[in-house]
Every structure is written in structure tokens, then in C-alpha cells.
């Protein structure tokens, strides 16, 4: 019984890992493809930073990789558990 619940503790871990990872990584790869420099600071007495005003295209595509990623993640772990209770029967 012990192993069982250190089994599903792991898996949770897991999970909630993978969901980091849906949330972080198209971000970075979408910075790094896009390379362009989004925030640059004015060498001036006040030290501003100024908003590059493309920075919108960073935001819409990184939003839509990632709910992408989060709807194909999703729908695999549904269709996984559906499948393994299927094969219980």
C-alpha cells in the first residue's frame, strides 16, 4: 500500500513538472526564434527602460504555442486514461 501511494505522489510530481514545462518553454523558444531585443534601456540620466512596441508578437505567439501545447497534453492524458480503462475490461 506504502508503494502505491509513492507511486501517485510521483506522478503528480510529475504532472505538475510536465505543466511547468508546457508554460516556460514555448516562451523561450519563441524569444530565442524572434532574437530580437524587446527591452533595451537609454543610457541617460533617468536609466528608462523602453518597450520595443513588436513585443506584442513575443505575448500572442508564446500564448498560442502554449495553449497549444496545453490542449494536445491535455487530450494525449485523456485519451491515455480512456484507453488504459478500456483495457481493464
Known amino acids: ?3 502505491g501511494k509513492l507511486a501517485g505522489r510521483d506522478s503528480r510530481s510529475v504532472r505538475i513538472l510536465s505543466l511547468l514545462g508546457i508554460v516556460f518553454v ?3 523558444t ?3 526564434i524572434f532574437s530580437t ?3 533595451t ?3 541617460s540620466e533617468n536609466e528608462h527602460v523602453v518597450v520595443n512596441p ?3 508578437w513575443l505575448c500572442v505567439v508564446a500564448l ?3 495553449l497549444t501545447m496545453f490542449v494536445v497534453w491535455f487530450v494525449w ?3 491515455e486514461r480512456y484507453v488504459e480503462k478500456m483495457r481493464k475490461f
Do not use: G
Open 1 to 3: 500500500m506504502h508503494d
Open 26 to 28: 514555448p516562451i523561450s
Open 30 to 32: 519563441v524569444s530565442t
Open 37 to 39: 531585443p524587446f527591452f
Open 41 to 43: 534601456s537609454t543610457p
Open 54 to 56: 513588436e513585443v506584442w
Open 64 to 66: 498560442l504555442l502554449t
Open 77 to 79: 492524458d485523456r485519451r
